[in-house]
């Protein structure tokens, strides 16, 4: 897998119910249709998408979310930079923990100073912008990758009722 699947999965879990197709995703991502086609075929094969490729194995992708996210895509607070927040530092968690200490995705049009995190794919921070169920599940995955055991905590609970899990 590569960070990249990971993006494309919680965008098209950002869909919800409607139908999506690979050249608005890849757009509204900043990505090539073809990379869009290559992650797709490793979800499937990964048994994160159906075998169509259009139905996200949601008990699946929690499963990596909550347990194999932060071995597999780890990261570790940088120096402090302006930016778009993230992790505790944005919505939904933000509302629930309350920290003088901000992550961002580095950003030159951000308008918040915290540590730098890394973001799963460079064009993260344009992508969100656009969408706003998008930035708060990578947020909340974020907050997997680099919180604490409570931040960890409130991300899987609000993961799960974003995913349907009616937590």
């Known amino acids: 897998m590569s960070p990249i699947d990971l993006v494309i999965l919680l965008k098209i879990v950002a869909y919800g119910n409607q139908p999506w197709f690979q050249k608005p995703l890849a757009e509204s991502l900043g990505i090539s249709q073809s990379e869009v086609s290559k992650s797709l075929n490793r979800l499937k094969y990964a048994g994160l998408l159906d075998s169509k490729g259009k139905t996200v ?12 996210l932060r071995y597999v895509f780890p990261q570790k607070p940088g120096p402090v930079v302006r930016g778009l927040p993230t992790a505790h530092s944005a919505t939904p968690l933000k509302e629930q923990i309350q920290s003088t200490e901000h992550y961002v995705w580095p950003y030159g049009k951000g308008t918040v100073r915290g540590h730098s995190i890394v973001p799963l794919y460079p ?17 909340l995955v974020d907050a997997l990758r680099v919180g604490r055991a409570r931040e ?12 349907g899990f009616g937590e």
């Open 57 to 68: 194995m949601k008990m699946a992708l929690m499963e990596l979310l909550q347990y194999g």
């Open 152 to 163: 960890r905590e409130l991300a899987v609970i609000e993961l799960k009722k974003r995913l």
């Open 123 to 139: 064009t993260v921070p344009q992508a969100v912008l656009q969408d706003s169920t998008l930035y708060e599940l990578l947020a």
